[in-house]
């Protein structure tokens, strides 16, 4: 691969930046072989500020807002479905369809949103997933039956499944190490803000006639989506994007900007970048015509044992985020605060605001020491917590299912043991999954590997969703929480056997992690 033929043009201040020719940094690679990546890295790096970068920050929070359009989604139904049951007169099946459907449907945004954004760039596919919401949003909004309101449905999905993979990604790709873990986990933050506004619209328009209530409840998505297709005018592009398609002065403008230490620590990442997109052993005609061929090939066809590790990691993370269930009980609190004994509806509504209180809380909480804690003791934390809760929930309702009177103390143990699994869930396997998907691929597998990682997430999520009154009725809700805190004790000891820690190691120096623990290895892995 050639960077460049020719020597480079002055910028608009006159200075020329030289880039290391792709021989030299083939050569390179081949005389370090003997010594780890992180040595090489380490040998080069300085001291750098670890304060937060504020032109970073305020594209991440852009970026983000996307994932409101989701959490409002999931926080909306929650409540209008009750009023959606009665006004359309649809069976407990078809809500069932209805709420799992935009997670099965997300499947078609998240598969394609890795080729898209290796095509277009991180930028444009932030912009297109917004679209898409706003049209999902507006024919939910306007549906006048049960099949119109499904067709809304199904275009919102997609819109989710695009700005679940690409959030966290462009993040990624923005920060520097030792704020990835909080910028990075800014998606899961914005979806329980965004659970959180569905709960308070749910609560503000419920004494609204059914007829109108739960269309405007669904409706009042478009507005964050046409907020994010506006104000991505203002971020740049993602520099590991700009360095894949050959457009480096670009990069460099960019991480410019984006750096605390300057234009020294600019060049140094650049570099890296450059080195290592010269190690994946990409090789196009031309660098800048480079749109993600041939990543599902290495992904599955012939993965090394370090994308194997990789894949089998991000996917597993995925995949018991939702097998726990949360997004269920998101989704159906109200449900399974009917059945513990609560039967008002505003104040089921009530009740799940302050249970969208707690989720907010812990998850901000959480983003807040990612980066000084690390992502294994607090995913650890979390889905152990997740397990006890579960367990504790699944006692509180055998024990009120079996019972003629529902003492106030049970019912407020159920509340405590849901509030508490949300609460545990925020603090680790919620923000932790965002970004840990998005920054163990390769810098040149990432987009696609971590689209794959999140439809198997939109999968899961939807099977659950859709199966979990369903499965409630044939083994009560008590039953069903005992199965999640089985599933949570399994996906503990995955946690603690497959996932290292990244905490404060550049996108360059993860890839290390995940290769063979031996002095020499002939598996070869660059990020």
């Not at 969208?356 to 807040?368: D, E, H, R």
């Not at 980066?371 to 397990?387: E, I, K, N, Q, V």
Request: net charge neutral; hydrophobic share 45%; aromatic share 10%.
């Amino acid at each position: 691969m050639n960077y460049s033929s020719a020597p480079p043009e002055p910028d608009d201040k006159g200075r020329y930046f030289h880039l290391p020719s792709a021989s030299d940094l083939q050569n390179e690679t081949t005389q370090g072989k003997q010594h780890k990546s992180t040595e090489v890295v380490a040998s080069v790096r300085r001291p750098i500020p670890h304060r937060l970068n504020k032109y970073v920050l305020a594209a991440a929070i852009l970026a983000s807002t996307n994932s409101i359009l989701l959490g409002y989604d999931i926080g909306v139904m929650s409540g209008a479905v009750l009023y959606i049951r009665d006004n359309l007169k649809i069976s407990s099946t078809q809500v069932e369809i209805l709420v799992g459907c935009l997670n099965v449907c997300s499947l078609i945004g998240s598969l394609a949103s890795g080729k898209t954004s290796d095509c277009i760039g991180r930028r444009y596919t932030i912009v297109l997933s917004a679209a898409t919401f706003l049209i999902g949003a507006l024919l939910m909004g306007l549906a006048p039956s049960f099949s119109f309101l499904m067709a809304g449905r199904v275009v919102a999905g997609i819109g989710v499944g695009y700005s679940l993979m690409i959030g966290p990604v462009y993040t990624t790709e923005l920060s520097s190490a030792m704020t990835r873990g909080f910028l990075s986990s800014l998606p899961e933050v914005f979806i329980n803000i965004g659970i959180l506004l569905g709960y308070i619209s749910n609560y503000a328009l419920s004494s609204l006639p059914e007829n109108i209530n739960w269309r405007l409840m669904l409706g009042l998505a478009a507005l964050p989506a046409l907020a994010v297709a506006v104000g991505v005018i203002i971020m740049p592009e993602s520099p590991r994007w700009l360095v894949m398609k050959g457009r480096f002065l670009e990069a460099e403008q960019v991480l410019i900007k984006t750096s605390n230490g300057g234009e020294e620590e600019a060049r140094m990442r650049l570099n890296e970048m450059a080195k290592a997109a010269v190690d994946s052993g990409q090789e196009p005609p031309s660098t800048s015509n480079w749109s993600g061929e041939g990543v599902w090939k290495e992904l599955f066809l012939h993965p090394s044992p370090p994308i194997r590790r990789i894949l089998i990691a991000a996917v597993g993370v995925n995949f018991f985020m939702q097998a726990s269930g949360n997004d269920a009980v998101v989704y159906y609190s109200p449900e399974v605060f009917r059945d513990a004994g609560i039967h008002d509806k505003k104040q089921l509504v009530g009740v799940t605001i302050i249970m969208g209180l707690t989720k907010t809380f812990f998850v901000f909480i959480s983003s807040l020491f990612l980066d000084r804690f690390g992502r294994r003791p607090m995913l650890l934390l979390g889905s152990a917590g997740m397990t006890v809760s579960s367990a504790m929930l699944g006692l509180g309702s055998k024990y009120l299912e079996t019972s003629e009177i529902k003492p106030v103390w049970a019912i407020a143990v159920c509340v405590v043991a849901v509030c508490a699994d949300v609460s545990f869930f925020s603090i680790g396997l919620g923000p932790i999954t965002w970004v840990y998907s998005s920054e163990i691929f390769p810098m040149r597998l990432r987009a696609q590997g971590t689209g794959l990682a999140i439809s198997v997430n939109r999968v899961v999520s939807g099977i659950v969703s859709m199966t979990f009154l369903s499965l409630s009725e044939a083994i009560t809700f008590g039953g069903v929480f005992f199965v999640l805190a089985g599933i949570m004790a399994v996906g503990t000891i995955f946690f603690y056997c497959f996932l290292p820690e990244t905490k404060g190691k550049s996108l360059e120096e993860i890839g290390v992690l995940f290769e063979d623990k031996t002095p020499e290895t002939n598996n070869k892995f660059v990020s």
